[in-house]
Nanobody, 121 residues
């Protein structure tokens, strides 16, 4: 059973920083894309950042220059370093990944349970 578990959310003041982590566990053969999404109350879920297995990355315009996505392939973990946080960054942040388990060697899409990030003074 493959699982994604996020950690690192919390309450931070505007201008502050947080680092989110998402660890994939289970019987994993390979992981290609890993992504961070967020969803604020009343809003649709939006993709914040993306990283592929070759190291390529992409970001939503709203976070470019402030957020950095990275991954540790040896640990099956993806990170989101969030700097210069704004109140509008407040949301539940979700990890998402395309993972091929040893059970069938076919890629499936998995979601984490989400972690709350609140930016407020």
């Amino acid at each position: 059973q493959v699982q994604l578990v996020e950690s690192g959310g919390g309450l931070v003041q505007p201008g502050g920083s947080l680092r989110l982590s998402c660890a994939a566990s289970g019987s994993i053969f390979s992981i290609s894309a890993m992504r961070w999404y967020r969803q604020a109350p009343g809003n649709e879920r939006e993709q914040v950042a993306y990283t592929y297995s070759d190291g390529g990355t992409d970001y939503a315009d709203s976070v470019k220059g402030r957020f950095t996505i990275s991954r540790d392939n040896a640990k099956n973990t993806v990170y989101l370093q969030m700097n210069s946080l704004k109140p509008e960054d407040t949301a539940v942040y979700y990890c998402n990944a395309d993972i091929a388990p040893y059970s069938d060697f076919r890629e499936h899409n998995y979601w984490g349970q989400g972690t709350q990030v609140t930016v407020s003074s």
